[in-house]
């Protein structure tokens, strides 16, 4: 057994393998022990609509369906969970209850009187929390391998009594590199709760609302420090009717949450050499697209890939920061995937928003680290004084520097009222940098952001860090347009010619 590192603390709630081409990953996480006052979701998303719908006397499920785009089976399941609530009753009309529910703000119903337990989770090797609050976890049965270092974990049993078990592959790089970080404060524990009952849309916030839930819960840590766990789940190929499999690997969530892209992003990294050749290698011979063996699919888009980024980037691509280029790569990727499914592909348009988001993220860090000492002084004038740091953005924005509109857009405004020191999200990075002109205009991306900054925030908004999380739960998020791929793709191809330009 590896002293450095421990396999004990293990977690497994996948019922049964997703797909015959799967792989057992465990992934370590911190874990958060949290006592809150006891709360119950509102409606969800696909509840609200239905309810709002059926206060019409007499609509009929099938002309919901009509109106809203939604599949018709999908408006029955939800109507028999309302009915199930009380909401409707059995002509399909709203009870007295629904009507009372239909007045109420969204959010938690909390009850005061009563305490419940639940946990959030933050990987090891990065500042972020993973999107959902989870009410109860469910250790894995675990069998000591005495010939290796790692435990098998019991994935049933067979009808002799003898237990099927699999040997996961542990995401040890991400244990080798873990940091310490802040606990969650109580509105990231109220954002955690929130998205566990969100699925497909991304609401406003309601800040007096959300404090007002936040002081309401009454959240309590349990433990000063996380405890490291390591969550198992897989990651696999989907399976077809006609038996080939799609070329692209999924990963599905480890707590019941569907397939988890922002996970697949996490894991699906080069520093994960060897669990990149292992999903290589397990995957290899399975038959795909046009009846191909995988590896002859992968070795075909490679080249693809290859291609386009000389055909697209300037000759200094190389000089770029190597996390940049895999960015870039990954966006050409599902670019192309996106296009061989013809903008049909959801899974792709969240891992090339995501890649887009990341790669412009990545720009705007290289610039705090090359002009750090002006970022300080934005956070120590600034940061302190929301009205100053909403004038100074006001200010720039009238000198017409970005675009040729004087109005600050709104989630530069947004993003301002948060505490740009400890902000990561990508608005709060470009809402820090817009800031740093007051002190210093000397950075070219001031030049290259001219004329762009509204694709910009365009692109830093088609998934929110809520987004992040998406799973395959949440379908109601359309995959992007063609126009909507053709026009990202445009903007950081020319941004990036720029910055390779004029660096």
């Not at 049993?157 to 244990?175: H, M, N, S, V």
């Not at 766990?229 to 080939?244: K, M, R």
């Not at 707590?255 to 999903?279: C, M, Q, R, T």
């Not at 720039?396 to 675009?403: G, K, M, N, P, V």
Request: glycine fraction near 6%; include cysteine; charged fraction near 25%.
């Amino acid at each position: 057994m590896n002293m450095a590192i421990e396999y004990n603390n293990i977690y497994f709630h996948i019922k049964r393998r997703p797909s015959r081409k799967s792989m057992m990953v465990c992934i370590p996480f911190y874990m958060y022990r949290i006592e809150t006052n006891e709360f119950e979701h509102g409606l969800n998303f696909f509840q609200k609509i239905v309810l709002k719908f059926k206060a019409r006397p007499g609509i009929k499920d099938e002309v919901i369906a009509e109106y809203t785009g939604l599949d018709s089976k999908l408006i029955g399941i939800v109507t028999g969970e309302l009915q199930a609530k009380q909401l409707i009753n059995e002509h399909g009309s709203l009870s007295a209850k629904g009507k009372e529910k239909l007045m109420e703000v969204d959010g938690l119903v909390i009850n005061s009187g009563k305490k419940k337990i639940g946990y959030v989770f933050k990987y090891v090797n990065q500042d972020k929390l993973y999107p959902y609050y989870i009410s109860h976890v469910v250790p894995a049965d675990l069998i000591e391998d005495s010939k290796g270092q790692h435990p098998k974990i019991v994935t049933g049993t067979k009808g002799d009594g003898e237990d099927f078990t699999d040997l996961p592959f542990f995401l040890e790089e991400a244990i080798k590199t873990k940091s310490n970080y802040n606990r969650p404060s109580e509105r990231e524990v109220l954002q955690l709760i929130q998205n566990s009952n969100k699925k497909g849309i991304n609401q406003e916030e309601d800040e007096a609302k959300n404090e007002k839930l936040s002081n309401q819960l009454s959240v309590r840590f349990l433990n000063d420090q996380p405890e490291v766990i390591w969550a198992c789940s897989y990651v696999y190929l989907h399976q077809h009717e006609d038996e080939t499999y799609e070329p692209d690997w999924r990963m599905l969530d480890p707590f019941g949450f569907g397939d988890n892209v922002a996970l697949k992003f996490y894991i699906n990294n080069p520093v994960n050499k060897h669990l990149l050749e292992s999903i290589h290698n397990r995957f290899a011979d399975a038959k795909t697209l046009g009846g191909k063996i995988l590896a002859d699919y992968q070795e075909q888009l490679n080249k693809l890939i290859e291609e386009k980024l000389l055909s697209d980037f300037s000759i200094g691509f190389n000089s770029l920061d190597k996390n940049l280029q895999l960015y870039l790569e990954t966006i050409i990727r599902n670019l192309i995937l996106i296009e061989n499914n013809n903008f049909n592909d959801l899974d792709g348009s969240v891992s090339f928003s995501l890649n887009l988001q990341n790669a412009l993220e990545n720009i705007l860090k290289q610039d705090k680290e090359k002009r750090a000492a002006f970022y300080e002084i934005v956070y120590a004038e600034l940061d302190i004084d929301s009205s100053k740091k909403r004038n100074s953005l006001i200010g720039i924005y009238r000198q017409r520097l970005f675009s040729i509109n004087t109005q600050v857009p709104q989630p530069l405004l947004n993003a301002s009222r948060g505490n740009l020191a400890k902000g990561n999200s990508l608005l709060s990075y470009l809402v820090s940098f817009v800031l740093t002109y007051n002190f210093d205009n000397k950075s070219v991306l001031f030049k290259i952001l001219k004329g762009r900054i509204e694709l910009f925030i365009e692109v830093a908004q088609l998934r929110n860090e809520k987004g992040h999380g998406q799973t395959s739960n949440e379908k109601a998020l359309k995959p992007l347009s063609k126009g909507e791929v053709e026009k990202h793709y445009g903007f950081i191809k020319s941004f990036i010619n720029d910055c390779i330009k004029f660096n």
